[in-house]
């Protein structure tokens, strides 16, 4: 192995973090004017450990690609910081604190640079990054094709010559590349054969206890985060509504929208028929929020006074969650598969 540098790998803190969009008007003439602002995060909080997996679960434009985009600094937060150890990171970073978190994302084929080898890609960011001297820079090369266990001759190979697993592959080692302390996958399966998926996630499980990574992992595929994640955040129109240990999360989910996620997940035991997740309806805007808890117009368990204020995260017996009239029974088994 090449002498790439160690370094000390410290815990992630997101304090309140809150990412807002100003809408403005369509059509013609083109003007700037203000319709409304969309909340698309909203004081979002929590922590994560040296190495370990996280999983962030919810429906599509609940806000999680917007939290790990302000977390890996690629989105301007409105409010709230984001810090690793003691350092608090802005969201226009230096060289030195951006390749501190490194993002993976859903579709290789468009974040990779069509034009540029693989050789190209990842030789510019070690000498962007000084990771290793440049008389190293082939041997850590191989190393780095070693490691998301692809052959060396993938090096000088463009992108449209790999297929949709090899191209996931090079992008997880672009994103090792600089030795980050944090990786981000954003749906990074999502676009990936079953079969490679399964591949894929076995090669993270190997990264994250090789390396100590800490890992946020973005899916709507519970069964991949209970395999790669120590803990799950759901997330319903910006807000975390319950975060815990995995197994507890999604074994005695406390918050009905957790429910709903669970029973929605598909079973080859049974046969389920349309709206049986008991999760009707649609979400509501996120320009126009209803008042008190923003899940109460879909919620099963909703009273009145869930319309006074909003839910914050309280621990039960359990795992934190963020609701007034939280359930206390176990999901069958039959959910669970």
């Known amino acids: 192995m090449t002498a790439a540098p160690s370094r000390a790998i410290e815990a992630l803190t997101v304090d309140g973090l809150s990412?807002?969009?100003?809408?403005?008007?369509?059509?013609?003439?083109?003007?700037?004017?203000?319709?409304?602002?969309?909340?698309?995060?909203?004081?979002?909080?929590?922590?994560?450990?040296?190495?370990?997996?996280?999983?962030?679960?919810?429906?599509?434009?609940?806000g999680k690609s917007t939290l790990a985009r302000a977390i890996a600094g690629l989105a301007q937060p409105t409010s709230g910081v984001v810090r690793l150890g003691n350092q608090t990171l802005s969201s226009r970073r230096s060289?030195?604190?951006?390749?501190?978190?490194?993002?993976?994302?859903?579709?290789?084929?468009?974040?990779?640079?069509?034009?540029?080898?693989?050789r190209s890609m990842l030789t510019e960011i070690l000498r962007v990054h000084e990771i290793v001297d440049r008389s190293q820079v082939g041997q850590r090369l191989e190393e780095?094709?070693?490691?998301?266990?692809?052959?060396?001759?993938?090096?000088?190979?463009?992108?449209?010559?790999?297929?949709?697993?090899?191209?996931?592959?090079?992008?997880i080692a672009r994103a090792l590349a600089p030795l980050p302390e944090l990786i981000i996958l954003d749906e990074a399966i999502a676009s990936l054969d079953v079969s490679v998926q399964a591949a894929v996630l076995q090669l993270l499980r190997t990264l994250q206890g090789e390396l100590g990574l800490a890992m946020i992992f973005i899916s709507h595929d519970l069964s991949a985060v209970r395999g790669l994640c120590a803990r799950v955040a759901v997330m319903y129109l910006g807000r975390i509504v319950e975060v815990g240990p995995v197994e507890e999360v999604?074994?005695?989910?406390?918050?009905?929208?957790?429910?709903?996620?669970?029973?929605?997940?598909?079973?080859?035991?049974?046969?389920?028929?349309?709206?049986a997740a008991g999760l009707a309806g649609e979400p509501p805007s996120a320009i126009n929020l209803p008042t008190g808890c923003a899940f109460r117009n879909r919620c099963?368990?909703?009273?009145?006074?869930?319309?006074?204020?909003?839910?914050?995260?309280?621990?039960?017996?359990?795992?934190?969650?963020?609701?007034?009239?939280?359930?206390?029974?176990?999901?069958?088994?039959?959910?669970?598969?």
Not at 95 to 118: C, E, G, K, Y
Not at 256 to 269: F, G, H, K, N, V
Request: charged residues 20%.
């Open 95 to 118: 060289r030195s604190t951006s390749r501190r978190i490194q993002m993976v994302f859903q579709d290789p084929a468009s974040s990779l640079n069509p034009r540029m080898t693989v």
């Open 250 to 275: 999604l074994a005695r989910p406390a918050h009905p929208y957790t429910r709903a996620l669970i029973a929605a997940e598909p079973s080859l035991d049974e046969t389920r028929l349309p709206g």
């Open 144 to 171: 780095l094709m070693r490691m998301v266990e692809l052959p060396p001759g993938v090096l000088d190979q463009r992108p449209r010559a790999l297929s949709g697993g090899q191209r996931q592959r090079v992008g």
């Open 19 to 62: 990412v807002s969009f100003t809408v403005a008007a369509a059509g013609w003439p083109r003007r700037k004017r203000q319709v409304g602002t969309l909340a698309a995060v909203s004081d979002v909080s929590f922590t994560l450990a040296p190495g370990e997996g996280l999983g962030v679960v919810g429906e599509s434009g609940c």
């Open 300 to 337: 099963p368990v909703a009273q009145d006074s869930c319309a006074d204020s909003v839910p914050t995260l309280n621990p039960d017996a359990h795992h934190d969650q963020a609701c007034f009239f939280p359930i206390d029974t176990v999901v069958p088994a039959a959910s669970q598969a």
